[in-house]
């Protein structure tokens, strides 16, 4: 379940506080004077609660509950499936368990509970809840010492303790409300991505802020985020990363891709915005709400001195922020006003408002500029209300001349009515400077999570092939021998199927063996490295087992006796042989696969060869990957400052190029979607010069991939890729095949043009009103869909790859309905294009397990009402609007 039935937790209109009250004494009669005593202008009432704990509330017999929403119920959560039983029949339609669940909460009563609870489809809160607070519906049911402030963020939160200092911390702080405030405790049924989906849509809440701990389900959370994450900000607190950052695993991407760095992966894919404390939390959503998004993240810095300068700049460079660098004409006109045309931009200690006026307006001019602090102590010499009222002006003054830029300020000594003066030109004012670089800061990477929340990478990027089949069945062969470790000759099939180039490899059992592979490298005049076959040890060369340059066969056999003399057990499967490689001017990289037990595979780059761990210079990204992607993966890593690089005609070479690197990581990404049964991935060292990529060592571990989870698509993919495999040619009526596909972001060019040359008449019967203006926005929510919950396919005239008709399908959050919506060209209207998309539609909706597909058709659009007549569809007069008919299709009736 999802959303449904929460309108009886989050906006009910009748509640019952039920005992006997398991809680400590006291406090169940403070509850019910906290509801007594507020505005809620339902009815409360109580069962099973002695006087002094009713609150004032009246008192009615357990039968008198028919036509109460929400119960809390304050007793022993072991009596909780009998509880359940007896409330359901009344027609209540949530419960908050508000008692802390016991130690160990037996799986049979949980079971139980579940069991009675869905027959109703009723909603449980806990247990081990601390409740829930409504301000706006005056309602607190919520065991905060603090009245919760009404407001506009929703705060979520597994923790009771988290979400009372929250409150705290709101009212401490001032100027900061709630629509809404809720304990979720053990998450027996409510969880945070349904919460995620109610907020979403709800019209008081501004931002959602979530305290997260652990996520069970993940690919309903992921979907439920970025949904979130479309229509407002959701800024994510996460406890427990210190345990998180523990490395486990074998492989070095294993253990460089700790569960944080996966976490903050995912949660950046969704959209959301990670914080590390409850302070940030607030700051971040005020920041990214009023800020216009900076996916640049270019600061410029102006300050009345230079170590006032320092505190904003060298706070920004440590959160991993990019300073400006001002162009020329900038630094000419900066010449004078400033002691420093450089930035940060040093104005002296007594400038007045008029430098700093001039200073900020060149500044914000500069097109290198995507941001600005400015940062003042006011002297004797000029006054805090001066300083502000100049970079007021200069930051109104630049959102009409030159398109506005965020701009904070970070000035000693203000007053309300100044702050107030700065909010009003729509500067962000912080208390110091280092506080106000965080801001800005968590306002680039908000711009960041956006846009990697609008990536949908293709399931196979266009400009290479694969061969997962002859991978399949190498990985199948040794998985049946008992495998969980590729062996060479199964690495060397797997990364040729992948074109991911590889020094070739010879397994030796022995020393003579050694001697016999080695042999053909000697013969051509290489040198020869062995390496110690043992996948399973973290190390090779920590542990003494590889040899290098080895040029004559006499050196490999001496160095071969000893290596398997010293590496003797069952770990140890013989030794490699392989030809040395030697690119001096080479950047050693580590790439990779790891498996996280949440969120399922992810790719892991960073620097290479022996000191990975001690290095630690990694990025990681979920699965699956697209070019974009992978070039901004490679990008968050300081090895990435190595590529591309050289001293060219001077003698060295040019370095590798980072998208030969990102492609490596496409061809990775791929691998681990196409193949489950990979499950961690090593490719270390990685040699990247301007010859290319090679890979010089590989451990593949493998393990069977289980039942496929899910409705459709990869069994652990927690973001489910671009369908490919839903690409049909679709036969019209006058027999001409056109292709067609689901919708893609790289598709709004073609949309754009498409919705143009559809006429006025036609975009309104479809949408129902005039549509005067094509922009990004209204594109984007037709184009960057999430496949977990929303599908559209493209009609596509294959000589021109221009779109002629359009099906949309959008699920509703419980996957059980979806509303559909179809466009055809004007001039092609009667060829039969929107009867095709319908029936792929059709057979795409009863494949993703869907219950029935719905829509709103104006009945003055008789060819359409006629279409749906035709496939099955139930037509009906609109409860809303005559003009309206609502038509519905039962998927099980649905022709086939």
Known sequence: MTIRNLDALLRPRRIALIGPSALPPGVAGKLAEKIAHGAFAGRAVTVDLPPEDSGGLPAVPFENLAGVDLVVALGDTMGLPQLVRRVCPLGVRAVVVMPPAPPVYEAAVRAATLVASRS?????????????????????????????????????????????????????????????????????????SDLLDWFAADLRTRAILVHLEAVSSPRKFLSAARAAARSKPV????????????????????????????????????????????????????????????????????????????????????????????????????????????????????????AFGAAISAVLADPHVDGLLAVA???????????????????????????????L??????????????????????????????????????????????????????????????????????????????????????LSAYGIPHVHSVLASDADGAVRAARPILA???????????????????????????????????????MLAQSKG??????????????????????GIADDPVFGPSVVIGRGGTAVEVIADAAVELVPLDRALARRLVGRT??????????????????????????????????????????????????????????????????????????LGHPRLAIRPYPGEWERRLSLKDGEVVLARPVRPDDEPAYRRFVESITAEDLRLRFFAPVKEFSHAFLARLTQLDYARAMAFAAIDAATGEI???????????????????????????????????????????????????????????????????????????ADDPAIAAVKLPLDRAPG
């Open 524 to 562: 051509a005049g290489g040198r020869v490295v062995l390496k110690v076959e043992a996948p399973s040890l973290p190390s090779k060369d920590a542990a003494g087992g590889v040899r290098l340059a080895l040029a004559s066969e006499e050196t490999v056999l001496a160095a071969a006796t000893e």
């Open 638 to 711: 300081r090895v990435a400052r190595r590529l591309g690089t050289g001293s060219g005609s001077g003698g060295g070479t040019v370095g590798a190029s980072p998208d030969d690197v990102a492609l490596l990581l496409v061809r990775l990404s791929q691998m681990a979607v196409d193949l489950p049964a990979v499950r961690d991935v090593d490719l270390n060292p990685v040699l990247a010069d301007a010859d290319g990529l090679i890979a010089l060592g590989a451990r593949v571990r493998i393990a069977p991939a289980g039942p496929r989870a899910g409705r």
């Open 409 to 494: 300020a970070a000035i000693a000594g203000l007053d309300t009515a100044t702050r107030d003066r700065l909010g009003t030109a729509r500067v962000l004012v912080r208390d110091a400077p280092g506080e106000a670089a965080r801001s800005f800061f968590n306002v680039v990477r908000y711009a960041e999570a956006q846009q990697h929340m609008t990536e949908t990478p293709p399931s196979l990027p266009s400009d290479f092939t694969t061969d997962p089949e002859r991978a399949r069945a190498a990985i199948a062969a040794e998985l049946a021998e008992g495998r969980g470790w590729l062996s060479p000759d199964g690495i060397g099939h797997l």
């Open 235 to 354: 800024i994510m607190l996460r406890s427990g990363e210190s345990r998180a950052r523990r490395r486990t695993g074998i492989t070095y991407s294993a253990r460089l891709a700790h569960a944080d760095a996966v976490y903050e992966a995912a949660l950046m894919r969704a959209g959301c915005l990670t914080v590390r404390d409850l302070d940030e939390m607030f700051d971040a959503a005020e920041s990214v709400s009023r800020l216009r998004s900076v996916p640049g993240g270019r600061l410029a810095v102006v300050a009345n001195g230079r170590s006032l300068a320092a505190l904003a700049t060298d706070r920004y460079d440590l959160l991993g922020g990019n300073l400006a660098v001002l162009g020329d004409p900038t630094r000419a006109a900066l010449a004078a006003c400033a002691e420093s045309d450089a930035n940060p931009v040093v104005l002296p200690d007594e400038a007045d408002g008029a």
């Open 804 to 878: 002629l008709g359009v099906v949309h399908l959008h699920a509703d959050p419980d996957h059980r309905s979806a509303e559909y919506g179809v466009l055809v060209r004007s001039e092609l209207k009667g060829h039969g294009i929107g009867w095709a998309l319908m029936r792929l539609m059709i057979d795409y909706a009863k494949a993703d397990g869907l219950d029935f597909i719905e829509g709103e058709v104006l009945r003055e659009n008789r060819t359409m009402l006629a279409m749906c007549e035709s496939l099955g569809f139930e037509i009906h007069a609109s």
């Open 120 to 192: 109703h489809r009723l909603r449980l809160l806990g247990p081990g809840s601390r409740g829930l607070a409504l301000p706006a519906l005056g309602l607190d049911v919520s065991l905060a010492a603090h009245p919760v402030p009404p407001g506009d963020l929703a705060v979520v939160s597994r923790s009771g303790s988290i979400l009372n200092a929250t409150i705290a911390l709101a009212v401490r702080r001032g100027g900061i409300g709630f629509s809404a405030a809720v304990s979720l405790g053990e998450k027996m049924d409510v969880d945070v």
């Open 377 to 407: 102590a006011p002297s004797i010499m000029t006054g805090p209300d001066e300083i502000a009222g100049a970079v007021a002006t200069a930051a109104d003054a630049q959102g009409r001349t030159f398109g506005r830029k965020p701009v």
């Open 570 to 591: 069952p770990a140890v499967d013989g030794l490699l042989v392989q030809p040395l490689i030697e690119r001096r001017h080479a950047v050693p990289l580590l790439a």
